[in-house]
């Protein structure tokens, strides 16, 4: 009986089955897209690893001894101990490039097994000893250098951190392993030549350990850990994947919540249609009552009805969700990359089975979840109530609950935001997120019942008698009206949160620069494909610039990634006081830092080092160096962006005596008074032509770094569009209802004299008064729930603190489209009332 | 238009589907009624009394013949212009009252005068006059379903009057209703003729309703069969 019905109103439940693929091709769009992603980074991760099972770090990219490595073969249970350099560099005659430089002791043959390469079978060199022997070595990717033409003995120019240099290719990679991982971007060399263009000599950045087989791999990590010297640590591959899991798993929860958003507008489109096709069955189920079919069992047949629906919904929504997932991808992938500060890998899209299954079950659920009331209704009612031709929303009743749940809701809302604010878990916060939709979708019956006293009069004034029909059409079922509006509201509300986060974002980080150093030039070697990778670059720039005419004042400034108590942090190490020409007569820059910190003596910490730790000004932290315990005093709060878990700033100097480490990532330049700022750009251009560098004029700076966030949330134009769609479905299906349901009533206006455009501006203004009901409700639910997520949520889920902006250009955009939507929505159902011939019409049952 | 709201029909035909499934609803039928008149269509279920009724309103557009209201030859009329006739010369009533549901009875007589360019007060006020007219002075602000069949069909009666039209077409207007309101309502109908010159033409399949006009036409099979005077 279910594929009967649904079959004989096929055309009645298409939208339904439209909006529920619409909603699983999200949902399974998100979670592939967010679970390939992650699987490229720990490919990476798990290739460059090979039987490595323990790496010995001093932070992102920090240099230590290289007598470490010493240290630690000698250790019981490591087999090898592979010191090893780690960095990145770009092709010189490439913009968009960036190569992963991946340095081992290639003399070293175990060492290079610890990779899971052969010499001879991955790695085909001419003469082994002369690619140790000469500095100017490199392999590379056979179809990297099939690409470019190039073959072993020819010369490739590299920029690095010490300048742009020439090397000779003296080998070629295979595709296995580590390299295949990197796809065709890595460069190979050997640790020592590698020392001399990312670290200094005699210093590396990393350790790589392989542990005796049957050898417990913790019982070794400890020994080695009680050997290191302090600011070393030792983790396991496997542990980096863990942390990259646990920050990319904000990621996804965000990307998920768009999803289910989707889905959730989905799902009131259903509920809407549904209700209607059940009461519009009446008759039908009355008389299978009057045969006697118990009340159960009807209910039971419609809900299998639904799940006939949903089915089909999923068939569609899951190939589509797929192909979605394909596009959004490189967004997905992009926005984790730019957020971690990772390079950006090449990630590929596997259709697993948990995806299709997550989103599967949810289209399923949704279409299950909004049958079931409808359908307990209609089953409910006496076959003389069904019988009886009456036309009364069968929905009735209930208002009293309804006012009592919407109170529960309220009070559940409240709950669970003040639960976030004491236990600082962003559970609490998806939460109070989910509830926000759902009582965004149950206020808006009562808003249809507030809005008559204003909206009636609006409307008979802008639109005449016309503007009194489309009101009390709209009244006539104040269910789907309400619906509609909810449908319109959820949907519309998840963009305008999405665009309030990523406003928000753009503007804290844009305030933040704007607050910190304010320089006339930025200068780095930062690679702006790559986003946010910063490529250090050794101090002696920092005399160059110096000497470039018009230069008034330099200042160098550090930024890495670190640890602290086991999570994340970054370093940020300023040269307090902008060094010039002591003899110059204009007055240099004031101190950048305040007095104690430029002094060594303390640090300053960003508001959420401050909010993830507890600590606050006058506390003392204890930093881990490479030279040891660096205990501080926290002097201030800065509003810094540089990592998740916080920031830490000091002065250069401090940072220079601790990490060893002589590399600056930007350099600021401020220009004498009578100088011309582009002149002095230039002029450090001309003077710099070996390394190529990145100079920004200050605006130009921060609309840099600004760009870079509207790349990580480029994804939200993506969602924004399929949400439209959604809606433009459940609003056009809610008017094309109307029409239909009004068959006899047009008839009857255009007998009583109505011409064909006074029906079509009827049902056009209904679809204004739809989409005006539902931007109230979506101003309401993007605000509350982008006020929730800046000011909560999104510190504890990312780690980021930021202040609230709204764009209210892009909100004013918004509502201009919604309503244009609602309007293109409307214009189908509005032509075929308009068409009806009255004759026909008023003979409709 | 002119004064007058004679009806002329000539070798009128209306055929519904195609090849061997069409329907003759109206087969060559040639009608007056004359200014004033109230003439009744009598017939069996099927005889086309309906669809006669919807060609002389304009609602349907004959394939062969012609239809003449006050002189005016509806095919040659857009339909634009055939609902403005409609507005100000014709009033309907239905047997199924179509009422609109959320609008109160002052407002379902008041809505059409808003269409004519009337304000809304004074729309309302003509609609209060015309409810008194037809005996449902008190009942303005309840809605159709708040009302009996015979109350609803007075205000559907009130809804086609308040606009002073010319002809009343009225189909089945009592088939939804008991026979004491039933009279009641045809009583209505005779009183506007009889006051007002109102020109009247009703569809019924009750040969007592029927008995009420000054004129019967018998259909059937869609042709005209029989006419006479009660």
Known sequence: MPLRFARAEYRRLVPTVVAIACGVALVCAMDLGARAALRAFTDVMDAAAGRVALEVRAGAGGAFPEEVAATVAAIPGVEIAAPAVSGTARPADSEDELLTVFAVDVGNQEAVRAYGMEVGDDLRVDDPFTLFAQPDSVVLVRSFAAARGLTIGDRIELVTPVGRRPFTVRGLLEPHGVVRAFGGNLVVMDVYAAEMAFTRPGFINRVDVVVRDGEPVARVAEAIARALPRGLHVEAPSQRKVDLERVTAALRVMLQAAGLLALAAAFLIAFNRLTTVFAARMGQLAVLRAVGVRAGVVWRELVKESLLVGAAGVALGLPLGIGLGRLLLPVIATTTALTYKLPPPEARLSVVAPSLVLAAALGLGAALLAAALPAWRVSRLTPRAALAERDVDPVQGGARAMWLVRGALAAAIAAAIALQAATRSAAWGLLASVLVAIGTALAARPLVGLARPTLAPALRLVAGPVGRFAWTTLLHSPRRTALSAATLGVGLGSILWLCILACSVERSVVDAMASGVRADLVVSASHPSAGYIDVPVHERLLDELRAVPGVMAVSGQRMLDWQHEGAPIAIDALDPDPHGDPASSPPRPASLLDDAVARGAAVNVSTNFVLHRGVGVGDTIALETPSGRLPVRIAGVTTEVLSPGGTVQMSRALYARYWHDDNVTVAYVWTRPEADVAAVRTAIVREQGGRHLRILLWAEFIDYCAAQVRRAFAGVRALAALVLLVVLIGTADTLAAGVAERTRELGAMRAVGLRRRHIVRMVLLEGIVLATLGLVLALAAGFALGTLWVNATFPRLVGWVLDLHVPYAQVAAIGVMAVGVCLAAALPPAYRAARFQPAVALRHE | ?230
């Open chain 2, 1 to 230: 238009m002119s004064g007058d709201a004679e009806v002329v029909l000539s070798g009128v035909r209306k055929r519904y589907g195609t090849g061997p499934q069409a329907v003759v609803a109206v087969n060559d039928v040639a009608l007056r009624v004359a200014d004033g008149e109230f003439v009744a269509l009598t017939g069996p279920s099927g005889s086309g009394k309906s669809t006669l009724l919807n060609l002389i309103g304009g609602l349907d557009t004959p394939d062969d013949g012609r239809v003449e209201v006050g002189g005016r030859n509806l095919a040659l009329l857009s339909d634009d212009v055939r609902s403005d006739l409609r507005l100000q010369h014709i009033g309907f009533v239905f047997q199924s009252f179509n009422l609109f549901p959320t609008f109160t009875a002052l407002e379902n007589v008041a809505w059409p005068l808003e269409f004519l360019g009337c304000g809304w007060r004074r729309a309302r006020e003509r609609a209060a006059e015309v409810l008194v007219q037809v005996g449902l002075g008190s009942i303005g602000a309840r809605r159709p379903a708040d009302l009996s069949g015979g109350e609803q069909q007075r205000v559907a009666v009130a809804r086609a009057l308040v606009t002073e039209p010319h002809l009343l077409l009225a189909d089945e207007p009592t088939g939804n209703l008991d026979s004491s309101t039933g009279d009641a309502i045809l009583d209505l109908l005779q009183r506007l003729n009889a006051h007002r010159k109102l020109t009247i033409v009703l569809v019924t399949h009750n040969p007592s309703a029927a008995a009420r006009a000054h004129r019967v036409v018998e259909l059937c099979d869609g042709r005209l069969v029989r006419e006479h005077h009660p």
